[in-house]
């Protein structure tokens, strides 16, 4: 791939981060219900931990900060019923990711030794491991499945877009909603599971 094997620790981290701070999806609404004389236009911008959602045709003032931002803890409680598992995913997936941005951070400060630590459990899951599981799998495969942090943040990476991909296909059923960082962890999953480590 076009990442040198030197930097790959580096990229897994930044994406981590990067990650953090794009928002997954944006959702937008236009309603005009008969109750209201008018049309209103409501903007669901969703972060991983939290999601700003802002409703144009109702001035700022009469909007309140618990209605404007809403930490992802309380997403299933603030969405409409009918939206509550979707709710539900992305508190999961986002305790997961917490996880993840929590390694990305140790990765960060001491990839040395969280490297070192990987090869050692490696090399005890391979001792542990019975000889015909590594002989039926190709070897192009057995290659790739290692504890190597590169690949487990790839891995990771495959997990959350999965699930937020998911997620959104669930928003997209009540709201138009466009998956901005779910594409993005889409593209670091398939970048660090194929850059080649050294």
Do not use: K
């Amino acid at each position: 791939m076009w990442v040198r094997s030197e930097y790959a620790g580096e990229l897994a981290v930044l994406a981590t981060w990067l990650t953090a701070l794009l928002p997954w999806s944006v959702s937008v609404l236009r309603e005009s219900p008969s109750w209201l004389d008018g049309t209103f236009t409501v903007v669901n911008i969703r972060f991983l931990f939290f999601q700003f959602h802002y409703v144009f045709g109702v001035a700022l003032g009469r909007q309140s900060l618990d209605g404007l931002v809403q930490p992802v803890w309380e997403i299933p409680g603030f969405v409409p019923l009918n939206q509550v598992p979707e709710g539900r995913l992305w508190f999961a997936t986002a305790g997961f990711f917490g996880l993840v941005l929590l390694t990305s951070l140790v990765y960060y400060a001491r990839d040395e030794w969280l490297e070192a630590a990987a090869e050692r459990a490696e090399e005890r899951i391979g001792a542990a491991a019975p000889d015909g599981l590594t002989d039926a799998l190709p070897a192009a495969v057995a290659g790739r499945l290692t504890l190597d942090p590169v690949r487990v943040f790839g891995a990771c990476f495959a997990v959350l877009a999965v699930a937020f991909s998911v997620a959104t296909a669930m928003f997209f059923r009540h709201q138009p909603t466009v998956p901005v960082g779910a594409v993005f962890m889409w593209v670091f999953a398939v970048v660090l599971l194929r850059v080649e480590r050294a």
